[in-house]
């Protein structure tokens, strides 16, 4: 079975414009994680959607946006790029979205660099 | 909020050698704890996970942890490390939502 895939794998952006990154999740699975891993730090939690909805989100600003589509992929979309967002972006996906102790599976990433 | 930290940054160890990694996270309440490992331009990797009963945890590739309640700590530890073993590793809290360490880089010196 295919994992967590996350498209693209790399892009490069200028500050002010916009991104979209995409991610599958595991089939079955219907939760989907964001998040951000700045060089040298662990992952930061930026949004969880589970069934579409969203079901948390971290303290980013809110140029970052999310959603979720009825076949469970989602879409993490960033306006005004700064410099500060380059980053590799992270997707999991897990089986439910509760509080419940649902292992999370990690894609490959997406590698954001913003000039 | 929640906070996790990995005491170490850095730990060069010698191929054969055992390892411990440390985590210690601030919580008075139950959590779900979990180590990852994330090798170069790769995602996370489950390597373990605590979610109740026996303190003692078994995961995958030698590894193991220990649940420590008192001292809200969970330290991953390997008996004898690989080459195979150089990555970084992560320890994350679930409470709401996952929060993650600032990272250990292993370094496993032939």
């Known amino acids: 079975d295919a994992g967590v895939t996350q498209s693209p794998t790399h892009l490069i952006k200028t500050r002010g414009q916009h991104v979209t990154l995409r991610c599958s999740p595991i089939?079955?699975?219907?939760?989907v994680s964001w998040y951000q891993q700045v060089l040298g730090q662990g992952p930061q939690f930026i949004f969880q959607?589970?069934?579409?909805?969203?079901?948390g989100r971290g303290n980013f600003p809110d140029r970052f946006s999310a959603r979720q589509f009825p076949n469970y992929s989602s879409e993490l979309n960033v306006n005004a790029l700064l410099l500060g967002d380059s980053a590799l972006y992270l997707c999991?996906?897990?089986?439910?979205?509760?509080?419940?102790?649902?292992?999370?599976?990690f894609g490959p990433g997406t590698r954001l660099t913003v000039t | 909020a929640q906070s996790v930290t990995q005491l170490d940054s850095q730990v060069p160890v010698f191929e054969e050698a055992p390892v411990e990694l440390r985590c210690n996270y601030s919580s008075s309440v139950s959590v779900y704890l979990f180590w990852y490992v994330q090798y170069p331009n790769q995602g996370l990797q489950l390597l373990l996970k605590y979610l109740s009963g026996s303190t003692l945890v078994k995961g995958i590739n030698g590894f193991e942890a220990e649940f420590n309640k008192s001292q809200t700590s969970f330290h991953l530890r390997k008996p004898s490390v690989h080459i195979s073993d150089t990555a970084e590793y992560f320890c994350a809290v679930r409470h709401n939502q996952f929060y993650f360490g600032t990272g250990t880089s292993l370094t496993v010196i032939p």
């Open positions: 999991a996906s897990s089986l439910g979205g509760g509080q419940g102790a649902y292992e999370q599976y």
């Open positions: 959607y589970y069934e579409k909805e969203e079901r």
């Open positions: 089939s079955g699975h219907k939760s």
